[in-house]
C-alpha cells in the first residue's frame, strides 16, 4: 500500500518556493557562508550547496504535516550544508522548521525540542571553551543558540499562548453551554410554574360555571335557573379578576395591568365561602399562625384551592373538611371528601391539579399524598400535604409568586 503524504499548507509551499528561490539567488551571486579555504568545508563550488538547499526546501512543505519528519531531515541536511561552503537560506529554513516542530508537532515533541536545543547549546559554549581555551570558541554556542534553541524557545511561548487561547474559548463554550441549559431550565420551570397558576386559578371557577350552567339548562325552574346564572357570574368575576392577576404577572407592571396580590391563608374564609355558594358544605379548622413565608402561604391556598375545585367536580354529597394546623415547624393541610362511585365527573378535567398539587409541595421540600381511605364516616378522598413553615432554599427557586 502506497503512502499517500498529507496536501501541504499554501503557506508553507510559499514558503519552501521562497527559500529555494532565494537561495539560489544567493548561489547566482556567489555568496557563500564559507570560503573554501576553510577546513570544514569538504565540497568546494557552488553546486554542492544546492543539494542541502533543495532537501531544506522540500522539508519545508511537512512544516506543518509531518513537522518532527522534517526537522529530522531538515538535521541531515543542515549537516551536509556545513561540508559545503553553505548557504545562509539553509539555515535560516532550518531555524523555521525547528520553530514549526514545536508549534505544530505533538505535545511530546513540543516540550523535548526546546530541552534538547538548550542542552546543545550550553554543550556547544562549554565543550569549546574547555577544548581550546579561547574566548572565540562562545561564538559556537552563540550560533548554536541562534540556530536551535532560539526558534524552540519561541516556538514553545507561541504555542502556550495559543493552547491558552484555545482553552480560553472552550472555556468560553462551555459556560455559554451552560448559561443555555440554565436559561432552558429556566423557561421549563416559568411555564410549569404559570401552567400550575393557570390551572389553578381558573379551575376552580370554570368547573364551578360548568356544573351550574348545566343545572339551569337540565332544570325548568327560573329560581333555579336565576340561582345558577347568579353562581355563574360571580365564578366569571372572580375568574376574570384572577386572570388579569396573571397577566399583570406575564406583563410589565403598570396601568391597569398591575398585578394584584398573591392569595394568603387570609383569603381561606372567601374561598371557603365561595364553595358553599357552588353547593359543597364545607368546615374549616385553620390553626396558623402568622409570619409564615409567601410561597408556603400561596402554596397551602393553592392546594386548599384545587382540593374544592376537585371535591366540587368529583366527591358525593356530603360535608367536606378542610384544616389546617401549624406545629413543629411545619404547616399540615388536611381536606377531606365523601368518596363515591359516579358515572363520571360534573365537570371534565385534565388529571394535572393532583400534579401541581404535588409540584408545589415538592418544590418547598414538603410531602403530598392523595386517595381514597377509610374513616369514621365511611369512605373519603383524603389530600395531606406537610409544608415547612419557614424559609429554605427552594421557595426562592420555581415557588411562584
Known amino acids: 500500500m502506497a503512502l499517500t503524504l498529507p496536501r501541504p499548507h499554501r503557506f508553507d509551499v510559499c514558503v519552501a518556493a521562497g527559500g529555494l528561490l532565494g537561495g539560489l539567488l544567493l548561489l547566482g551571486l556567489d555568496l557563500a557562508s564559507r570560503r573554501a579555504q576553510e577546513p570544514i568545508v569538504l565540497w568546494e ?3 554542492p550547496i544546492v543539494v542541502p538547499l533543495a532537501v531544506m526546501a522540500g522539508c519545508e ?8 519528519v522534517g526537522l529530522l531531515t531538515g538535521v541531515v541536511a543542515l549537516t551536509l550544508d556545513t561540508m559545503t561552503q553553505g548557504s545562509l537560506v539553509t ?5 523555521d522548521l525547528v520553530y514549526a516542530a514545536v508549534v505544530y508537532g505533538p505535545p511530546a515533541s513540543a516540550r523535548r525540542i526546546p530541552w534538547i ?4 547549546t550550553v554543550a556547544g559554549t562549554v565543550v569549546p571553551l574547555a577544548v581550546w581555551r579561547v574566548s572565540q570558541a562562545l561564538l559556537l554556542g552563540v550560533v548554536i543558540g ?4 532560539g526558534p524552540a524557545a519561541t516556538g514553545w511561548i507561541v504555542r502556550d499562548h495559543r493552547d491558552a487561547a484555545e482553552a480560553a474559548r472552550l472555556r468560553a463554550g462551555q459556560t455559554a453551554l451552560l448559561a443555555e441549559m440554565d436559561r432552558s431550565q429556566a423557561v421549563v420551570a416559568e411555564r410549569a410554574r404559570m401552567a400550575r397558576e393557570l390551572h389553578d386559578m381558573v379551575a376552580n371557577h370554570l368547573s364551578a360555571i360548568a356544573i351550574h350552567s348545566t343545572a339551569a339548562l337540565s332544570l325548568d325552574d327560573p329560581d333555579t335557573s336565576r340561582q345558577a346564572l347568579g353562581v355563574i357570574r360571580e365564578n366569571s368575576v372572580e375568574g376574570l379578576a384572577e386572570m388579569r392577576r396573571l397577566i399583570g404577572l406575564l406583563r410589565d407592571a403598570g396601568g391597569d395591568l398591575e398585578p394584584t396580590a398573591a392569595p394568603t391563608l387570609d383569603g381561606l374564609g372567601a374561598l371557603v365561602a365561595g364553595a358553599r355558594t357552588n353547593g359543597l358544605d364545607v368546615t374549616l379548622d ?8 409567601a410561597p408556603v402561604e400561596l402554596a397551602a391556598y393553592r392546594i386548599v384551592q384545587e382540593s374544592l375545585t376537585n371535591a366540587l367536580k368529583h366527591a358525593c354529597p356530603g360535608r367536606v373538611t378542610v384544616t389546617l394546623a401549624q406545629r413543629d415547624g411545619t404547616l399540615a393541610i388536611d ?3 365523601p368518596y363515591g362511585d359516579r358515572d363520571g365527573p360534573l365537570a371534565p378535567g385534565s ?6 398539587m404535588r409540584e408545589r409541595a415538592a418544590l418547598l421540600d414538603g410531602t403530598f399524598e392523595a386517595g381514597p381511605e377509610e374513616s369514621a364516616d365511611g369512605k373519603v378522598w383524603a389530600v395531606r400535604a406537610t409544608l415547612p413553615a419557614t424559609e429554605n432554599p427552594q421557595s426562592s427557586r420555581g415557588v411562584p409568586e
Open 351 to 356: 388529571g394535572a391539579g393532583l400534579i401541581g
Open 45 to 47: 563550488g557552488p553546486w
Open 335 to 337: 381536606v377531606r371528601s
Open 146 to 149: 541562534i540556530v536551535a534553541f
Open 117 to 120: 536545543t538548550g542542552l546543545l
Open 91 to 95: 539555515v535560516l529554513m532550518f531555524t
Open 286 to 293: 385553620a390553626s396558623h399562625g402568622d409570619g409564615l413565608p
Open 61 to 68: 512543505l511537512l512544516r506543518r504535516t509531518r513537522p518532527r
